[in-house]
């Protein structure tokens, strides 16, 4: 009977748990459409080709940048850019952004979220921060890879000292982008987004790290979903923080029976110099990728297994030293089979070559010796005759006595 009842009370917990949290709105698919109207007050659309859509924001400071306006959070998923924006809670967390030097920047929307779109520097006291372009295509397998040759302008990096990346004023502390290239020469790579246990999570610098190197507390903050599109809050409960945040999951434009469109869209007056192919702002599985696609991912994946003699596949390391010490115990091995059995492996006698002679095209010192000998008695007015010995009783005027 109290086993019953247990059984009972332990059903209506999780009856009224369940009954009681309600998944926001549209985390059963959305359409881009959600992007098109949440962010036109506050920006203007345009065409950018390949029924593509670009997002301008208005209304903004000089010598702005994407991901200035907030502060940096840790939480379970990595770094979290806590914006300060009320439309940061889609273009800092979906997508990509390209800067235009007739447009400025511009936001495409993208299908998958994460705390960040970002790649990372450290390196001593400097932490930075650079938004992905448009043409780094997220891998479940791989992370960020680049479908063509990219690198990552000197302006869209921002850096401030390890202390300051947790203060809700940052950018106050940024230095100024005319210097990126004095702190991206102290800095080096250390991390993108990855996937891992089912999240996408943003990897920089570690977490230890920075707490180490800026003398600073970093506390974990927690996420969690809200149901209305807002700027992001983060809420304070005791001790703890947390963030809350509208995270839609965006349904593939491809199922779709017809393509959004925003209500006003501003045609280009410049095109704008971007490769719609090579642009899908969405995780992508090795298995559905094809062609040009997966070109990096297949030379990865070439530099990571060899094929042994009796056709089986052997996993190597991921760098080119691990690469050569295959070869080497490859070689070694071979070296055994042909002590083993010499007369298996004897080689087979090559044909002998004829030494040819090689004509000199200089002349021997003796010969060369003798030439100059000859030019000299023949030309008598460019010899140079030696001065005879002076008696002690001659003058210096060369005359004798």
């Known amino acids: 009977m109290k086993r019953l009842v247990l059984a009972i009370t332990a059903l209506l917990i999780v009856h009224s748990s369940s009954s009681a949290y309600q998944p926001p709105p549209g985390s059963g698919g959305v359409s881009f459409g959600v992007f098109y109207s949440s962010l036109s007050p506050y920006g203007e659309w345009i065409s950018v080709g390949g029924d593509m859509y670009a997002w301008r924001p208005t209304n903004v400071a000089t010598g702005w940048r994407p991901y200035t306006e907030g502060h940096w959070a840790w939480t379970d998923d990595g770094w979290y850019w806590i914006s300060d924006e009320p439309w940061g809670w889609a273009s800092y967390h979906y997508g990509r952004w390209y800067y235009d030097d007739y447009y400025g920047w511009l936001w495409m929307p993208g299908y998958d979220w994460a705390p960040a779109w970002v790649e990372w520097r450290y390196g001593g006291d400097y932490i930075g921060w650079a938004p992905l372009g448009p043409y780094a295509v997220f891998n479940i397998n791989f992370g960020i890879h680049y479908r063509t040759r990219w690198v990552t302008p000197i302006h869209y990096w921002s850096f401030v000292d390890c202390g300051y990346i947790t203060n809700q ?46 003398q600073i507390k970093v506390e974990r903050v927690e996420v969690m979903d809200v149901a209305d599109r807002q700027a992001e809050r983060v809420v304070r409960s005791g001790d703890h923080e947390r963030i809350e945040t509208y995270r839609p999951k965006i349904e593939d434009r491809s199922t779709g029976s017809a393509i959004d469109r925003p209500e006003r869209v501003r045609e280009s007056e410049k095109s704008i110099p971007l490769d719609t192919k090579s642009i899908d702002v969405r995780a992508r599985s090795q298995e559905r990728e094809s062609g040009r696609d997966i070109r990096r991912a297949e030379e990865y994946k070439k530099q990571r297994e060899t094929v042994r003699s009796d056709g089986s596949k052997a996993e190597t390391g991921q760098d080119h030293g691990a690469n050569r010490r295959s070869d080497q115990s490859v070689r070694k091995e071979k070296g055994r089979e042909q002590k083993a059995n010499p007369a298996v492996h004897q080689k087979e006698p090559q044909p002998e070559r004829k030494k040819e002679s090689v004509e000199r095209k200089w002349p021997r010192r003796e010969e060369s010796v003798d030439r100059s000998r000859d030019s000299r008695s023949k030309n008598p007015e460019r010899t140079v005759r030696r001065s005879e010995t002076r008696s002690p009783d001659q003058p210096h005027d060369g005359k004798r006595k």
């Open 169 to 214: 004023h940052l950018h106050k502390y940024m230095y100024r982008p005319e210097n990126n290239t004095r702190y991206i020469g102290r800095t080096r790579t250390i991390g993108s987004v990855r996937y891992n246990g089912g999240r996408i999570i943003t990897r920089g610098p570690e977490r230890s790290d920075v707490e180490r190197r800026g």
